[in-house]
């Protein structure tokens, strides 16, 4: 596969530094990723062919599992706002396009994608308006049927997360408010789990 290009735009939303930490041993690293990866291929939303959009695509380790745990063929971008974690993502090997970016305005085409998701990274994001800047983008940018699966933190009952927020703890998102905010986007939201974990996930359609 050829290499990945670099496509470089910011806006200052990011929250990238302190997961460096969790990742400081292989060991560490090992049972996140077992965990996190095993809601992605057990609930199998995401479809098998054609075109996605990876956001906040990491390293792409766990997205390079979910597609060989699927034995799912995708032509696909990942997008980070971390330069190194795009290095990384470059030697995964499975992303044809890596956008560095860390707002909304996602330069990409209008309907290009015919899936988008994103997988541990709104539950670090400080601010709800930024969570919702990348569902209007998913939604600009999926075509009509296309499917964005989304993982929020789900643990809303946690209160002092309101006035904690910040680019490691983020905001977290009841099941309903999930939901809304996603219809508000003009999404069909297909169902949620994980209500009241830190997985709390959606499946949502752009009708047409
Ligand atoms: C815990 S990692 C998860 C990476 C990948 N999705 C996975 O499951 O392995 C969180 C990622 O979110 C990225 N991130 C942080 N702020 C972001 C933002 N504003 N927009 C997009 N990605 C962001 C980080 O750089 C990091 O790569």
Same mark, same amino acid.
């Given at each position: ?5 670099f496509?470089?735009f910011t ?6 530094a302190?997961?460096a930490?969790?990742?400081s ?15 992605l291929?057990?609930e ?5 062919s054609?075109? @996605? ?5 990491? #390293? *792409? %380790?766990v997205?390079r599992?979910? $597609?060989?745990e699927?034995?799912?063929? =995708?032509?696909?971008t990942g ?5 190194l ?5 470059t ?15 996602v330069?990409?085409a209008?309907?290009?994608?015919d ?10 994001l ?14 600009r940018?999926?075509?009509?049927? @296309? ?5 929020? #933190? *789900? %643990?809303?009952?946690?209160f002092f $997360? ?5 680019? =490691?703890?983020?905001?977290?998102f ?5 939901s ?5 986007c003009?999404?069909?939201v297909v169902?949620t789990?994980?209500?009241?974990t ?11």
């Amino acid at each position: 596969m050829a290499r990945a290009r670099f496509v470089t735009f910011t806006k200052g939303t990011s929250s990238v530094a302190p997961e460096a930490a969790l990742k400081s041993t292989p060991e560490v690293s090992a049972l996140w990723r077992a965990v996190e990866v095993g809601h992605l291929v057990r609930e199998d939303v995401l479809p098998h062919s054609g075109t @996605g959009l990876d956001l906040g695509c990491g #390293d *792409g %380790r766990v997205t390079r599992l979910v $597609r060989d745990e699927l034995g799912a063929r =995708w032509t696909l971008t990942g997008l980070d706002p971390d330069e190194l974690e795009l290095e990384l993502a470059t030697s995964a090997g499975i992303y044809d396009v890596l956008l560095r970016a860390d707002g909304g305005d996602v330069e990409a085409a209008d309907e290009s994608f015919d899936f988008v998701f994103s997988h541990i990274v709104f539950q670090h994001l400080p601010r709800k308006a930024y969570v919702e800047a990348y569902f209007r983008d998913a939604f600009r940018l999926l075509a009509p049927g @296309g499917i964005f699966r989304v993982q929020v #933190d *789900g %643990r809303s009952r946690q209160f002092f $997360r309101r006035w904690v927020a910040d680019s =490691w703890s983020g905001v977290v998102f009841s099941a309903r408010e999930l939901s809304r905010r996603l219809e508000r986007c003009g999404f069909r939201v297909v169902e949620t789990r994980g209500s009241g974990t830190q997985y709390l996930r959606a499946t949502a359609v752009k009708p047409g």
